[in-house]
């Protein structure tokens, strides 16, 4: 696929969701930019800021199949991946796929189910494969997993251990709505006269593995590879972080670069875009020394610090 077909599908497919999802551009282009880069994407925010419309308009425009899993505390790790199941008529167990075989899979409320079927979804999403019961099983591509989790409830919560949220190339929050865009959703839902909201379909599951390969060919040079490990180092080096970002940290940064550099209408990465999604990429991926997670210090302030520090290579943009 042409470079210039690669940039047009990415400006249809945000148009489709402006139309379903009011503002939260910041918030839609690195979710799209995730899955152009071929990974998961984890959304912490409060209840009712359309974390499910999000990832259901997402799945629509780019034509996947949508699944969703509500998270619960008695989710088996069956319930997630499938089973064995006896049939009569063929006198056979037979296996019955559960909802990761689908293209673009919604958990909801992941904190909310226990660790055993938390850690079912990490093959999943790191091989694109289940196995059970000794048989493995090849999952459709492309494959794509949006979890979301409520950040300020924490009674009847597991909190996602550090090798999952590292499976997730971006986390993401979506905010409160400024004043106007508020007014803006209320004034779609009495127009269209039905809570039933629905993007537009722009293109298939065939076509997305296509773009996915467009942005795989998009150049970047060395000093933005470095710029990459550079603020990954950083973190590791940083006193109020006791374990810092793993090159798989070093790494998301420079996929979702290339894909928002797509977005944007290049076949080049500019250091900005490392620094758009710089937060997103490395926060999650930071484990905070006891005495300063507990003064009020976040990963989000942190990466932020390090953008402010770590001299990366000159504007191009």
Sequence with gaps: MKQSTVESVAAAVTAALADVVVGRERTVRLALAAVLAGGHVLIEDVPGLGKTLLARGLARALG??????????????????????????????????????????????INRTPPKTQSALLEAMQERQVTVEGRTFPLTRPFHVIATANPIEYEGTYPLPEAQLDRFLLRLDVGYPPPEEEVEVLRRRLNRRTEDIEAAQVIDAATLLDVQAGVERVDVDEDV?????????????????????????????????????????????VPEDVKDCAVAALAHRLTLRPETWSSGVTGIAVVTELLGTVAGPASTR
């Design 64 to 109: 996947l199949d949508f699944a969703r899993l509500q998270c619960t505390p008695d989710l088996q790790p069956a319930d997630v991946t499938g089973s064995f199941l006896f049939d009569p008529a063929e006198r056979e167990f037979a296996f019955r796929a559960g909802p990761v075989f689908t293209g673009l899979l919604l958990a909801d409320e």
């Design 225 to 269: 590879i470095r710029y990459c490990v550079d603020l990954a180092r950083a973190t590791r080096a940083h006193s109020a972080v006791e374990v810092g970002a793993s090159p798989r940290g070093s790494q998301a940064l420079l996929l979702v670069a290339r894909a928002l550099a797509v977005i944007d209408g290049r076949d080049y990465v």
